[in-house]
């Protein structure tokens, strides 16, 4: 019986892949989802929410160290505030902060803080006024990607958002990357 156990062991360490995490690596990809501003009034939606794709992102990062990662992420999404008006609200970010991650296994969950610009193009006013058309907000970040191999990367992001003139805004981004510089 111990030699059976001896082999079991033996053969997980041959089949198993070598992981590892690695920093200075860099990423850049690109995320697809929805997202979500809750509490706009005369929206028309049950909860006066506007949920809707579709919000695109790009991000790159750094691997400052194994466990945290410098961040810059873009994202734009395209809303329709109010159910009686056709125009549609483009909303932009652009931050960047850090991340910490568990990077030990194929799979890698992540959290961070992001800060930077949030502003919002064309369609009817939020609440807040023309104020808050430019602002500067924070972010936290939750995600889980999966390594498919050592440069390509697949995940999940979910991203609330807050700025200065108190305007909430969530994102879920299936996502992509490619990574080199290990």
Known sequence: MKWAAWAVCVGLGVVTSD????????????????????????????FGESLGPPVVGAHTAYGLSDVFD????????????????SDRSHLVSAATGLSYKLDVIEWIPYLGALVGYHGRFAGPELPGGDEGRHDVGASLILGLDHAVSRDLVIGVQLRYSRT??????????????HTWGF
């Not at 992981?19 to 049950?46: C, I, M």
């Not at 992420?73 to 109010?82: C, V």
């Not at 200065?164 to 990357?177: A, I, K, M, P």
Request: hydrophobic share 45%; glycine share 14%; net charge negative.
């Open 70 to 85: 410098w961040r810059l992420e873009l994202t734009w999404g395209l809303h329709a505030l109010h159910p009686e008006v």
């Open 164 to 177: 200065l003139s108190e305007l909430d805004y969530f994102t879920g981004l299936l996502r992509v990357e």
């Open 19 to 46: 992981v590892q995490a690695f920093e200075r690596q860099w990423h850049l990809g690109v995320g697809l989802g929805v997202g979500q501003l809750p509490d706009v009034s005369g929206s028309g939606a049950p």
